[in-house]
T-cell receptor, first 112, second 110 residues
Framework: EAQVTQNPRYLITVTGKKLTVTCSQN?????MSWYRQDPGLGLRQIYY???????DKGDVPEGYKVSRKEKRNFPLILESPSPNQTSLYFC???????????FGPGTRLTVL | EDQVTQSPEALRLQEGESSSLNCSYT??????LFWYRQDPGKGPEFLFT???AGEEKEKERLKATLTKKESFLHITAPKPEDSATYLC???????????FGKGTLLTVNP
């Protein structure tokens, strides 16, 4: 089944404790992207990648890192999480460009 | 200033009552406009892509249209299962960043 998977789905952590949210797709897609969704602010792009080893900042990249070492994986790294990074995070992928993006199920992160 | 504005924020319809959702953008140089549907607790689901003014796309009860500064998502004879948040996103200018609107929460009552 074609899908985007994210792990973990739920995470509660404390300020400053490094964490990684994994994202994997099995559709051989070139483009991958991370978003955060907050009430009243909508969906905002954090980082995106157009291919292996090619990444760029979205609208809200501060406090986040990404890497794209393999085509199928695009982990999101929070080196020193803070409470303002409490949010619902989505990973997405698409074959080429932003047409027909497939979204993962989301990761709900709480930073205390 | 928001680059992408969706209106209304919320819309309540009776089953069968057709209506339209709006997505307007303020920056020039549209390279693509995308519509998504999002159900509570789930990731957005792709609906349509529009690239140029005058373009239209249809899927079941939904029809998306595009003018030079806005897009409409027309919902014909909606059913309760059409209840969801509808998001639009735009690709503008020379970069590859995708900007989403805040969405329209549609509720269709039986």
């Amino acid at each position: 089944e074609a899908q985007v998977t994210q792990n973990p789905r739920y995470l509660i952590t404390v300020t400053g404790k490094k964490l990684t949210v994994t994202c994997s797709q099995n559709m051989n897609h070139e483009y991958m992207s991370w978003y955060r969704q907050d009430p009243g602010l909508g969906l905002r792009q954090i980082y995106y990648s157009m291919n292996v080893e090619v990444t760029d900042k979205g609208d809200v990249p501060e406090g986040y890192k990404v890497s794209r070492k393999e085509k199928r994986n695009f982990p999101l790294i929070l080196e020193s999480p803070s409470p303002n990074q409490t949010s619902l995070y989505f990973c997405a992928s698409s074959l080429g460009g932003w047409d027909t993006q497939y979204f993962g199920p989301g990761t709900r992160l709480t930073v205390l | 200033e928001d680059q992408v504005t969706q209106s209304p924020e919320a819309l309540r319809l009776q089953e069968g009552e057709s209506s339209s959702l709006n997505c307007s953008y303020t920056v020039s140089g549209l390279r693509g406009l995308f519509w998504y549907r999002q159900d509570p607790g789930k990731g957005p689901e792709f609906l349509f892509t529009l690239y140029s003014a005058g373009e239209e796309k249809e899927k079941e009860r939904l029809k998306a249209t595009l003018t030079k500064k806005e897009s409409f998502l027309h919902i014909t004879a909606p059913k309760p299962e059409d209840s969801a948040t509808y998001l639009c996103a735009v690709l503008l200018g020379s970069n590859y960043k995708l900007t989403f609107g805040k969405g329209t929460l549609l509720t269709v009552n039986p």
